[in-house]
């Protein structure tokens, strides 16, 4: 709990290239200074650290960020323990952040304050689900995914209507602050006038809780169209991070599940809320659900605590398949006994239980496969080509080295190399295995693409709008964050534009911002775009025009691909169809109007122009 301007002294203390010299060996290169990437195999250097911004980035792997994030990953410490290590080492006294101090006891009572407001927000929206008249799209809504009005209330699911500022008004009539709602994530503040608006609209709501039961934040799933018109806007919304919510260390359920977790010694874990609520529908009550990310140590660390085994129940679909392999990292790494139950493909638990019934997804689970027999059966063994089966074992080498205890590591590497008649050395990573050099091509090798949820044309397009006023007036005038390549990172960026101004004229403002990026996976990323050599000062606008075509380009394609089904609907009759088909069909115009005006070169006032 420390304060956040006290952070940024620590990191802006430290040299970041001495400190990350101390564990790589680095040679000036130009502004920067290059090194073999600690966090992959690598021959050729990739590894980029700048004095100047602060940051390092591996060009290789895609691994980024500050001073305080190398510390983590490289040492395997959580943050406070590397914010200890950084505050010694740039002589910043911690001591009065600990203990039983005046500030410990001021964050108490903050703390206190702000799940007060988010219980308040709970309760008024779990009203209006249950009272309100025009509530009753999202009670059916609920009823027809197999939600009861018992289970609802039970759950106190709540309801955001259309309009802007209904819980705004709510809180002002009862004299609730709304500054500390704007801390606790149920309200937003306006930018271009003054005032706040309502965080959630127009979507069904399930509370959030922590382990101890008390509900910290939302996640809503949007219903019908809407209200602003988007037809990217993201089908789930969380809460954004805030003092009491960080997505990354919570499970949905986690509270009520706990009982039978600890009675059946297992937890099975699905992906979102409403397959939550599905199976504990089903009698299936042993469940939680990440809120939308990737499986996290935290989550692993938290589980282990209840569970003697973690069941892994993700969609059976290509997504699917990546969260499970997501998953499997952290819960090898922490010791956690794990199994991955496999989906038919396109289906995910909500439906499966609703369709099958109880006792065929409880078979499902029966059959689950031990976590590292997954891995190697679907990546290692089932590979499609040398490259991915030589990431295969890179990546199962790797989950090995962050093993905590150095017995269950001895056993991992037993077992993988009965399963895969792979030398243990190279299972520990003290050894590359030989790989065929593969025959010399005219065609460039194809560079590490960025996650599925982040391209660097728009994480390029993010940095110029932090760096550069007039691109963050169009970033906003152009609607670029409708047109990001996922719901999650729209709302990443969102959150992170808002705290971009008031870093400006900082030290290291690069630092700090990539700091502020609040979605530790694409963090590295944008780390660095931050680390691309762009002039800014001379180049940006240039830059900003190429990779707003190709954001643009992405999101006609995107839009395109919907066409099919929606005409397929449309032929059905429905009217509701012949809607959404006019809706694709005039933001794909909008789309193609915006590229062919960024396409199109500036007009040149001439004297002959007046005369024609």
Not at 166 to 188: H, K, N
Request: charged content about 30%; aromatic content about 8%.
């Amino acid at each position: 709990m420390v304060p956040r301007d006290v952070i940024d002294e620590i990191r802006n203390r430290v040299d970041i290239v001495r400190l990350i010299g101390e564990a790589v060996p680095l040679k000036k290169s130009g502004r920067n200074y290059l090194g073999i990437c600690p966090f992959h195999k690598e021959k050729s250097p990739s590894f980029n650290v700048s004095e100047q911004k602060q940051l390092y980035h591996c060009f290789g792997c895609a691994e980024g960020g500050t001073v305080i994030t190398f510390l983590m990953k490289f040492h395997r410490l959580n943050f406070p323990e590397a914010l200890e290590r950084l505050a010694s080492v740039a002589g910043v006294d911690l001591s009065k952040y600990k203990g039983n101090t005046a500030e410990s006891a001021a964050r108490q009572e903050e703390r206190k304050r702000l799940l007060r407001i988010v219980s308040y927000a709970r309760d008024v929206y779990h009203r209006s689900f249950t009272e309100a008249e025009n509530a009753e799209g999202a009670r059916t809504y609920a009823s027809s995914r197999g939600i009861s009005f018992a289970a609802a209330k039970r759950l106190r699911l709540g309801y955001a209507p259309e309009g802007w500022d209904t819980l705004v008004r709510a809180l002002e009539r009862d004299r609730q602050s709304l500054e500390e709602a704007l801390l606790a994530g149920v309200i937003g503040k306006r930018q271009s006038s003054k005032g706040y608006f309502d965080l959630f609209r127009n979507r069904l709501l399930f509370p959030i809780s922590d382990p101890q039961g008390q509900t910290v934040g939302f996640g809503g799933r949007i219903l019908g169209k809407d209200p602003r018109g988007d037809a990217l806007a993201p089908k789930y919304l969380n809460s954004p991070q805030t003092p009491i919510f960080d997505k990354g260390r919570l499970l949905y359920g986690i509270h009520e599940a706990s009982e039978s977790i600890r009675a059946e010694k297992k937890a099975i874990v699905v992906e979102g809320y409403m397959d939550q609520v599905a199976l504990v529908e089903a009698g299936i009550s042993n469940v939680v659900a990440t809120l939308g990310t990737a499986l996290t140590f935290a989550h692993a660390r938290l589980l282990r605590q209840y569970a003697d085994e973690v069941i892994v129940l993700f969609d059976g679909d290509t997504a699917g398949l990546k969260a499970s392999r997501r998953s499997i990292r952290p819960l090898l790494s922490e010791g956690v006994k794990a199994f991955v139950g496999i989906l038919p493909e396109g289906v995910d638990p909500d439906v499966f239980v609703r369709k099958n019934g109880k006792e065929a997804l409880a078979n499902l689970i029966r059959e689950a496969a031990p976590i590292l027999d997954f891995f190697i059966e679907r990546f290692y063994q089932g590979a499609a080509n040398l490259q991915e089966k030589a990431a295969a074992i890179e990546e199962l080498a790797g989950t090995i080295k962050e093993t905590n205890s150095v017995y269950l590591k001895e056993a991992l590497i037993d077992e993988a190399a009965k399963k895969t008649g792979l030398d243990r050395e190279i299972l520990r990573g003290e050894r590359r295995m030989a790989v065929p050099a593969p025959q010399r091509s005219t065609v460039p090798a194809k560079p590490i693409s960025p996650s599925p949820r982040a391209q660097k044309e728009e994480l390029i397009l993010l940095r110029l709008a932090a760096e550069v006023g007039k691109a963050r007036e169009r970033f906003v005038a152009e609607s670029v964050l409708s047109m990001l390549s996922s719901p999650e990172l729209g709302e990443t960026a969102q959150r992170w534009l808002a705290k971009v101004s008031e870093l400006e004229g900082s030290d290291n403002p690069a630092a700090q911002w990539v700091d502020s990026w609040d979605d530790e996976e694409t963090r590295p990323l944008l780390a660095g775009a931050f680390l691309e050599g762009i002039d800014v000062d001379a180049d940006w606008e240039r830059v900003w025009n190429d990779c707003l075509r190709k954001v643009i380009r992405r999101a006609i394609s995107k839009l395109t691909q919907q066409i099919p089904s929606a005409e397929r609907a449309a032929e059905s009759g429905v009217g509701m169809n012949d809607v959404r088909m006019d809706e694709l069909n005039r933001k794909i115009f909008e789309l193609k109007q915006m590229e062919q005006a960024v396409n199109r070169p500036p007009r040149i006032e001439t004297a002959t122009q007046g005369r024609l």
